[in-house]
């Protein structure tokens, strides 16, 4: 029985030991893999600062047209509304004009067409007397 324990204790001891080293070979294989992210991590990063600076660059260029856009569109907007506002005016002033004119032009026809009556009723009236 003593003979079968140890057996067993030196197949378990065995085991271990395997064991142990199977983890040694592994973790030596991890910490390979992590030295090569961190290389992997390390390139991506230098070459992506040069990317992220133009992307910087880019995104002020890009802030410098919005505003230029804003200022041309601020510039159209004013001019759209002096246009309408002259539009306006202008016929503000038709309708100034019109009713200005309009009444001594209707009076004036009326006087006329009063008189044109008249005449024409006396040379008709001295016809037929």
């Keep these: 029985m003593d003979t079968l324990r140890s057996i067993i204790e030196l197949i378990a001891l065995v085991s271990v030991s395997a064991l142990c080293i199977y983890l040694i070979v592994v973790l030596i294989r991890v910490k390979d893999l992590l030295a090569l992210l961190q290389k992997d991590l390390g390139e991506i990063g230098e070459k992506a600062k040069p990317v992220l600076e133009n992307l910087e660059t ?44 309009e009444e001594p032009v209707m009076r004036l026809g009326a006087i006329l067409g009063a008189v044109v009556n008249r005449v024409a009723s006396f040379f008709g009236g001295t016809r037929t007397t």
């Design 58 to 101: 880019i995104t002020g260029h890009m802030k410098s047209v919005s505003e230029k856009v804003d200022d041309q569109v601020s510039l159209v907007k004013g001019s759209l509304e002096s246009v309408k506002q002259a539009a306006d005016n202008f016929v503000a002033l038709e309708e100034r004009l019109q009713a200005s004119i």
